[in-house]
């Protein structure tokens, strides 16, 4: 399954990439070559760390070509949706319950379910996406199915 991202964010990995396969693999390259100067490579903790870090590096770089290469970009698909949307600030009520939730439509990049911002790629966000208000969404969970109502939709500034 491709990721669902937007142009800016594809954009954001690619500035990512570019820093990391650039500036960051010199930057380890030259600490891995001073630590290896201190003598003994196998008790030396600075080139370990500098080892470390390279490897490190390179599997994120790895992360983000693959997340580049797969990405679906979505902005049509923005740009044609009607009811929520990526970017849109949703009021939810859980059934059975009075409390209303106030979550945000993100794409995977921004995810932050701590502050209320699920990607639309989860399953409530995938089931949210496009629903108008007053709307009732059966959510497929791992933890089992739920319903929710879509309250009401806070037009927040798209991503561009």
Do not use: C, W
Request: charge should be negative; proline fraction near 2%.
């Amino acid at each position: 399954m491709n990721n669902r991202l937007t142009k800016k964010d594809i954009e954001e990995l690619q500035k990512e990439f570019d820093y990391r396969k650039g500036p960051l693999t010199m930057e380890i390259a030259h600490e891995k070559m001073v630590a290896a100067a201190h003598g003994d490579r196998s008790e030396n903790a600075e080139y370990k760390a500098a080892k470390s870090n390279m490897y490190e590096n390179f599997r994120r770089m790895g992360y983000l070509i693959k997340m580049i290469r797969t990405a679906e970009v979505i902005d049509d698909v923005i740009g044609i949706t009607k009811g929520a949307n990526i970017g849109n600030k949703l009021l939810i009520r859980f059934e059975g319950s009075d409390d209303i939730e106030e979550i945000e439509l993100v794409t995977t990049l921004q995810v932050d379910i701590l502050n209320g911002k699920y990607s639309i790629e989860s399953p409530i966000g995938k089931v949210l996406f496009g629903k108008k208000i007053g709307e009732i969404i059966e959510v497929k969970s791992p933890d089992g199915n739920y319903k929710i109502e879509l309250v009401d939709i806070t037009k927040e500034s798209l991503p561009k």
